[in-house]
T-cell receptor, first 118, second 114 residues
């Protein structure tokens, strides 16, 4: 069965520091998708990135970057020069396409609460 | 606003009462999902629809829960005879096409059972 582990429950850094959020996943499928979502206090889950299992290229979007490593089943998220507005809970999620049993939905980790102090 | 919308955003109900949540997905999206999220946890899958067909239900969805998506447009999630353990945020989401495509979430409906 699929599983997503976000070992960091809470991270607190001072503004402008770089911070990396870890995500480790388990799946038996060869085709799967990985996602990161941001959940601010308002509650809405905001989509950040989607990555398929065949694309191991790292991606950078502004201050955000993602490191996907199949060898270690990890999909880590780095925020460079963090800002107070980055404070939120961040979720890593996995979607399998062929294993059935709700597979077309997402399996989420428990989230990492990121606190950026001014 | 063309995102996923949910109503009501907050609901306080007495134990034993029935509640219903409504979700309007992004208009061209054929898939609609319901998730439940409790404090300190990630969202957990409840059920999903492809058009009007309910294709999958999690074991978390007890027989007190029922979801519908008539005509493949909006969806409702009803909880009958609410219990305190039902207190959670109920998230609706939608996507287009097949599995693996990006799923977009609404702002959620907070349920408190007193």
């Amino acid at each position: 069965a699929q599983k997503v582990t976000q070992a960091q429950t809470e991270i607190s850094v001072v503004e402008k520091e770089d911070v990396t959020l870890d995500c480790v996943y388990e799946t038996r499928d060869t085709t799967y998708y990985l996602f990161w979502y941001k959940q601010p206090p308002s509650g809405e889950l905001v989509f950040l990135i989607r990555r398929n299992s065949f694309d191991e290229q790292n991606e950078i979007s502004g201050r955000y970057s993602w490191n996907f490593q199949k060898s270690t089943s990890s999909f880590n998220f780095t925020i460079t020069a963090s800002q107070v507005v980055d404070s939120a809970v961040y979720f890593c999620a996995l979607s399998e396409t062929y294993s059935g049993g709700g597979a077309d939905g997402l399996t989420f980790g428990k989230g990492t609460h990121l606190i950026i102090q001014p | 606003d063309t995102g996923v919308s949910q109503d009501p955003r907050h609901k306080i109900t007495k134990r034993g009462q029935n509640v219903t949540f409504r979700c309007d997905p992004i208009s061209e999206h054929n898939r609609l999902y319901w998730y439940r999220q409790t404090l300190g946890q990630g969202p957990e899958f409840l059920t999903y629809f492809q058009n009007e067909a309910q294709l999958e239900k999690s074991r978390l969805l007890s027989d007190r829960f029922s979801a519908e998506r008539p005509k493949g447009s909006f969806s409702t999630l009803e909880i009958q005879r609410t219990e305190q353990g039902d207190s959670a945020m109920y998230l609706c989401a939608s996507s287009f096409g097949r599995g693996g495509n990006t799923i977009y979430f609404g702002e959620g409906s907070w349920l408190t059972v007193v």
